[in-house]
């Protein structure tokens, strides 16, 4: 009898575990979910939600943190960098300045462009002093790296200026090229805004010259004083007809940027001949 129990509880064991492993089959295929499997998943998520939720806030908060506080550094790190870049500049332009003798030389105007025409950017500026500041017409304008044009208009407080490299001079620049002890006269007669040079031509072929010669005002017809520089030989040869030389000068100032300058009121030499005729 006792052996047939036994045998009895093992077939029930079998089946219960065969009825076990049916349900799980059937809920591992089945895609909707009873409703203690919801009970359970949505007490669960919902758990997981009143923990996550602070969690996820204050790290949220922290990298917010974090994350604005290196984006605000960088932007003040660019901010930092351009404004040492500027006054580098600033800095090495004004050291020029100082070292500039001719704005003591020709009693000097100093001012500033006030304005720029795009589409007559390397043909004339404004600057901000006129006639009552004592600016006439012709008057030579230049910065600390050289000269850059002559004032052609006049008003009260401003004034017009037309470059050396404009398209619509009426007369040309007169020159002198120093080539060793020797001056080589020349007018100039365009500027190349492709190569950003002036172009001397009808040079004598007799006349030597060369690479790095030091170009810089006649004095003669313009009414410019004489002397003032304006840039280096880079190139010569011939003309295309091959009559004459043609020169080439790299300006020693930037003329696509200009900030402050100087008008030239008058040279040593005009003032010493006032003085004297008084």
């Given at each position: 009898m006792q052996k047939f129990f036994k045998n009895n509880k093992l077939i029930v064991v079998l089946c219960a575990i065969?009825?076990?492993?049916?349900?799980?089959?059937?809920?591992l295929r089945s895609q909707t979910q009873s409703p203690p499997e919801q009970y359970v998943g949505d007490s669960v998520s919902f758990?997981?939600?009143v923990v996550s939720y602070p969690v996820n806030f204050v790290t949220g908060a922290i990298n917010n943190l974090f994350s604005s506080n290196k984006a605000t550094d960088n932007k003040k790190i660019k901010q930092l960098e351009a404004k040492n870049e500027k006054l580098e500049a600033e800095n090495k332009s004004l050291k020029k300045e100082l070292d500039m003798t001719d704005a003591s030389k020709y009693d000097?105007?100093?001012?500033?462009?006030i304005a720029r025409?795009?589409?007559?950017?390397?043909?004339?500026?404004?600057?901000?002093?006129?006639?009552?500041?004592?600016?006439?017409?012709?008057?030579?304008?230049m910065t600390a790296d050289g000269l850059i044009g002559r004032v052609?208009?006049?008003n009260q407080f401003s004034s017009q200026v037309d470059l050396l490299s404009t398209?619509?001079?009426?007369?040309?620049?007169?020159?002198?090229?120093?080539?060793?002890?020797?001056?080589?006269?020349?007018?100039?007669?365009?500027?190349?805004?492709?190569?950003?040079?002036?172009i001397i031509s009808n040079i004598n072929?007799?006349?030597?010259?060369?690479?790095g010669d030091k170009v810089v005002t006649s004095g003669l017809a313009d009414q410019l004083p004489s002397d003032l520089y304006i840039g280096e030989v880079t190139k010569v040869e011939n003309d295309e007809y091959g009559l004459a030389k043609e020169v080439r000068v790299k300006t020693g100032a930037n003329l696509s940027d200009i900030n402050?300058?100087?008008v030239a009121k008058s040279d040593a030499n005009s003032s010493a001949e006032g003085s004297r005729d008084n």
């Open positions: 065969i009825v076990f492993i049916a349900l799980i089959g059937l809920s758990g997981q939600r000097a105007i100093s001012g500033a462009v025409n795009p589409d007559q950017w390397m043909n004339t500026v404004i600057i901000d002093k006129g006639k009552k500041n004592g600016v006439r017409d012709n008057m030579a304008v052609t208009k006049v398209n619509t001079r009426t007369g040309k620049l007169s020159v002198n090229i120093e080539h060793d002890s020797n001056n080589v006269f020349g007018l100039i007669d365009r500027y190349d805004n492709k190569n950003q040079e002036l072929n007799k006349d030597k010259l060369s690479k402050h300058v100087y």
